[in-house]
C-alpha cells in the first residue's frame, strides 16, 4: 500500500512513523523520519510487528533477538539496524532505508514486461547477497566467540536491489545465535516452505548450510522467472523432499552448464554435497559466469521500477517537508526569553523556567527554585548595605586617615574666603574625645585636634529602617538611606 505521507501515523520517541509500504507475515514495513538536535533528520524504515505477535512472548523474544544479533552486522551488503522502540504493546525495529526495490519485485516486474533478469545482472545480485549472508555467519561477539547466525528466511523478498547497484540482505528476523532459539507459538518452522531445506522441514538443527540452500532457490528463481517449488503446506514440503530439480537451463535456454552446476549443487538434499560456506557459492557463480557492474545493475533497476521508485521518491519528499515546517519552532526557542516592558514588573520573566542543562550547576533540588534564590541573595545584600550605612560612622578603624572624616566637621582649605567665624561653628559640633592614634592631617589651627566625624542621629522613623509587608516581605525606606 503506498501511503501519502500527509502527517505521521504514530510517533515513537525520536521517530515519526508514517503509513506502511509493504506487509509481510510477521510484520508491515514503514516510511519513519528520524528527528534529532539541530534540525537534523533523516528518512528510515520502521518494521512494526504485528499486534498478535507482539503480544506473544515468544515472538517478542524472538525480536529481541533479532535486533542484539542485527545490530553486531556491519557489512555493505547488509540491511544496517539503527534502533529498537517499544511503545505500550508494540515493538519496532528501524532499519537504515534503502532506495531500490526488492528482488522479488524486480523479477515480477520483469516478467510482467515479457522479460527475465538478465543473466549476469542475477549473477551479480546474488553474489552481493551472498557476501553480506557470509558476513553474518561469520559475526562473533564482543569476547570473539562466533554466534552462529544462520538467517532462516533467505528469499527474493529479503534481498533488496538498491538504485546504486548493490544488493543487500534485510530482515534478520528469524535469525538466531546457537542456543538462543525461540519457537513461534504456531511451531518451530518459522520462513517461506518454498525456500528451506530439508533439514528444516525434518525437525533438524540447521547452520549455514541453510542458507546455502537458499540462495539456491533465489538464484534458480531468478534466472527462471519461475517458483522451483510452488505451493505451501504439504504440497510444498512433498515437493522439497521427493521433486527432482531440472537445471535452469530447462527453462532459461541462456544459462550456461557451468552454472547449472552451481546451482544444482547448492539445491543438493544432502548438505554435505552442497558449498562449505556462502562464500564458496559467490565465488563459484562469478566463476561460472561474468557479473554485471555496479552501475549496470543500477541503470537496469532505475529503468524497470521507475514509476515505483518515483512514488517513492514524491512520499520521501512529502515526509522531508512535512519535518521540515514542524522543526521550525523548534529552532527558533531562545534558551532564555527576552524581557519586554510589559514583563518588566514580573521578576520570574528574567529566568527561563527550562534551561539548558549547561547553563546551571546547582544541585538537582534547587534548580527549579533559582528565581527565588536570586531574590534571596539580592534582599541579603541589600540588608548587609543598610547595616553598614548605619553603623559605619560609629566605631572607626584606628588607621582610618582624617581624610576619612565627614565633610561637615572638616575646615575649609586655606584658600577659602569663607569668614573665620565659620570655624568655630564647625568644632562646635564634634566630639572632645581624643584624636585618633593614626592621624596624618595637619587640623586647622581653630579646630578641635579630633578628626571624628559627625554622627547624625537615626531618625525615629529608621528604626528599623523597613516595613514588613503582609506576606512577610521587607520593604526598605529609601529616606532611611539618603
Known sequence: MTSTAASPSLTVGRYAIYDELAAGGMATIHLGRLRGAAGFSRIVAVKRLHARFARDKDFVAMFTDEARIASRLRHPNVVATLDVLASD?????????????????????????????????????????????????????????????????????????????????????????????HVSGEGALVGKYGYMPPEQLQGEELDRQADVYAAGVVLWETLTAT??????????????????????????????????????????????????????????????????????????????????????????????????????????????RALSSDDATDDHTLFDPHPPRFTSRLPPALRDHRPWLALLVLAVGATAVALVLLRGGA?????????????????????????????????????????PASASATPHPTAEKTNKPVIKAPRADCNPPFVLTESGVKRYKKECFK
Open 89 to 181: 504493546d508494540e515493538l519496532f525495529l528501524v532499519m537504515e532505508y534503502i532506495y531500490g526495490e526488492s528482488l522479488s519485485h524486480l523479477i515480477s516486474a520483469a516478467k510482467t514486461a515479457g522479460a527475465r533478469v538478465p543473466m549476469d545482472i542475477a549473477a551479480a545480485v546474488l553474489v552481493g547477497a551472498l557476501r553480506g549472508v557470509h558476513e553474518a555467519h561469520e559475526a562473533r561477539d564482543e569476547r570473539g566467540r562466533p554466534l552462529g547466525v544462520v538467517h532462516r528466511d533467505i528469499s527474493p523478498q529479503n534481498i533488496l536491489v538498491g538504485a546504486d547497484g548493490i544488493a543487500r540482505v534485510l530482515d534478520f528476523g528469524v535469525a538466531k545465535a546457537a542456543g538462543q532459539l
Open 395 to 435: 566605631e572607626p578603624p584606628a588607621s582610618a586617615s582624617a581624610a576619612s572624616a565627614d565633610v561637615s566637621a572638616a575646615p575649609p582649605p586655606a584658600s577659602s574666603s569663607a569668614p573665620a567665624a565659620s570655624a568655630p561653628a564647625a568644632s562646635a559640633t564634634t566630639s572632645s574625645a581624643p584624636p
Open 227 to 336: 517458483r522451483l517449488f510452488p505451493g505451501k503446506g504439504e504440497e510444498a514440503y512433498k515437493r522439497i523432499l521427493q521433486e527432482e530439480v531440472r537445471p535452469p537451463s530447462a527453462l532459461a535456454d541462456d544459462v550456461p552448464s557451468e552454472l547449472d552446476r552451481v546451482v544444482l549443487r547448492a539445491l543438493s538434499r544432502d548438505k554435505g554435497r552442497r558449498h562449505a560456506t556462502a562464500a564458496d557459492l559467490g565465488r563459484a557463480i562469478e566463476a561460472a559466469v561474468p557479473l554485471a557492474s555496479p552501475s549496470r545493475v543500477a541503470a537496469w533497476v532505475k529503468e524497470l521500477a521507475a514509476q515505483a521508485l518515483e512514488r517513492r521518491t514524491a512520499i520521501v519528499a512529502r515526509i522531508e517537508a512535512l519535518g521540515e515546517e514542524r522543526n521550525v519552532p523548534a529552532k527558533s526557542v531562545p534558551v532564555l
